[in-house]
């Protein structure tokens, strides 16, 4: 099953919008966006197939953290992983 999984990193300083054009391209390729420019995180938005919200959590945060180092982002910790899955998304539309 496919999930969105949303990650974000908070640090000590104010990211800069070059820094999260690096981290977008970093995640492209694995139907990834990014957004954290002028705040003090950075986060990304991944796609992933898993059997579980658990299991799509440590795949897209391994993934994120490959983006994070590739895109020469600051180190910090994850604060925040939320995930939805493709069945939740059609149930919303259906709402």
């Known amino acids: 099953m496919k999930f969105s999984v949303s990650v974000y990193a908070e640090g ?3 990211i800069e919008l070059d820094e999260i054009v ?3 391209d970093a995640v492209a390729h694995i139907g990834g966006i990014a957004s954290g420019a002028g705040s003090m995180a950075y ?3 991944i796609v992933v197939d898993a059997e579980n919200s658990d299991e799509a959590v440590e ?3 391994a993934k994120f953290t ?3 180092e590739q895109a020469k982002l600051p180190d910090w910790p994850i604060t925040k992983a939320e995930t939805i899955s493709e069945i939740d998304d059609l149930e919303e539309l259906e709402e």
């Open 12 to 14: 000590n300083r104010i």
């Open 22 to 24: 690096e981290l977008a």
């Open 43 to 45: 986060g990304a938005q």
């Open 59 to 61: 795949i897209a945060i």
């Open 66 to 68: 490959e983006a994070v």
